[in-house]
């Protein structure tokens, strides 16, 4: 809840400076350089690590990098002592922006990783059926054997081998399994 509202003023302030694009692109470099390291997660999350060091970590990472409003937003939550919603907030700027722009989110779970063309066919698939853009998140999960799941919205469609043989025994213990 407090991240979404970060989020959105985050994003009102961008819409009244008109830098709304730019402040995208800093959204998804912050994300990027979070994701690609988990301790700098861990860094701002700690309670015994001082806010000037914070701050001053803030600076040193993105100052040159990113907009200064955006800069200037990441040192307010420092200030505010919320730096540890920084996840939170990429995820709730996305997510608005995403559900502004009609993307839908969409994760596919498959036994082993995808290679581009593949992704591109499956991303392209989904868009046709859901005649939206989609933004795709690939998770390998070997336990899965083979197939994929995929997750859009609240919705789950399994198409996993591990769900197909589940099926297939429950059928066969009913007695309803027919030879095709």
Known sequence: ??????????????????E?????????????????????VRFFASPVISREKKSSSVKALFESRIQKLTLNFLLLMVEKGREELFPEVVRAYQSLRDSQMGVVQVTARVAKSFDEEEKEALLATLEARLGKKARLVIQVDPS?????????????????????????????????????
């Open 144 to 180: 899965l054997l083979g197939g994929i799941v995929v997750k859009i919205g609240d919705t789950v469609y399994d198409g996993s081998f591990v769900n197909q043989l589940k099926s297939l025994r429950s059928r066969l213990e009913e007695g309803i399994y027919t030879a095709e």
């Open 1 to 18: 809840m407090i991240a979404r509202r970060y989020a959105g003023a985050l994003y009102e302030q961008a819409e009244h400076s008109s």
């Open 20 to 40: 709304v694009e730019a402040v995208d692109d800093d959204m998804n470099l912050i994300r990027e350089s979070l994701v690609g390291a988990p301790e700098l």
